[in-house]
């Protein structure tokens, strides 16, 4: 089987600004780079490339997704400055079989909610609380490896009701230490594709520093990826009469 295909995409504005104060400490190469990172380091035969939205077609122009088999996708402040014709080619993609990782705020992502069909709200609050990943399908292939509890320090804290449609599969719920709970690793299917949202991931904490996350993303990638589908999107066809109904 030949080497997984992944591309990393990060918005890039709090790295460009320096929004926290000392985020270059912990995420030197970018929010982008330590998930790569991570990538490189759980599948070390993946081909990993990064994308940012500064760049030309944000990055993704049609040969780097024909070249994806999955796709991450971070994003937080600039969630109305992806151009629609990128959206609209990153969602053709998916149809085809593409797989799609979105990652913490990404959940508001112009491609999340159209995907969805729904506003993909939540409740938030950011007091540096513990937050506790836990495992409620450990048969999933996502979950393999993962300690439950997953342990993070300090993280943003999101809570119910969010608003997306029934999962296909949840595969992990976080409680915090405020009171809150989230369900913060679901999955779904659109067309071809599959989907895996996961929501620990701020940028004020190093959580893509993390081993336990990383496993995570990495078992994700594995999951989405499709790598012999056949990438055409679903489409409405007229295939001709053949044996099975008694003619030739």
């Not at 024909?66 to 998916?94: I, M, P, S, Y």
Request: aromatic share 10%.
């Amino acid at each position: 089987m030949s080497p997984l295909r992944v591309t990393v995409w990060n918005e890039g504005v709090h790295e460009s600004t320096q929004d926290p104060a000392g985020m270059s400490e912990y995420y030197p190469e970018g929010i982008h780079g330590a998930i790569a990172e991570g990538v490189r380091e759980q599948i070390p035969d993946a081909t990993v490339r990064t994308a940012l939205l500064s760049d030309a077609e944000h990055g993704l122009p049609e040969p780097v997704l024909e070249d994806t088999d999955v796709l991450l996708w971070w994003g937080h402040k600039a969630h109305g400055q992806v151009c629609d014709e990128v959206v609209d080619r990153v969602q053709r993609h998916v149809l085809s079989g593409m797989g799609l990782l979105v990652l913490h705020s990404g959940h508001f992502s112009k491609i999340f909610t159209r995907l969805l069909g729904t506003t993909c709200s939540l409740s938030w609050r950011n007091a540096a609380e513990r937050e506790l990943v836990w495992t409620v399908d450990p048969t999933h292939p996502i979950a393999e490896g993962v300690p439950s509890p997953l342990v993070i320090p300090e993280q943003e804290t999101y809570g119910e009701f969010f608003d997306i449609p029934a999962p296909d599969e949840l595969v992990f719920i976080s409680s915090f230490s405020g009171g809150e709970v989230f369900r913060s690793g679901v999955t779904f299917r659109r067309g071809k594709g599959r989907l895996f949202y996961f929501s620990p991931g701020d940028e004020r904490y190093p959580v893509y520093n993390r081993p336990e996350i990383r496993r995570v993303l990495a078992n994700g990638i594995r999951w989405a990826a499709r790598p012999g589908v056949d990438r055409a999107a679903p489409s409405v066809s007229n295939p001709p009469r053949d044996w099975y109904l008694g003619e030739g």
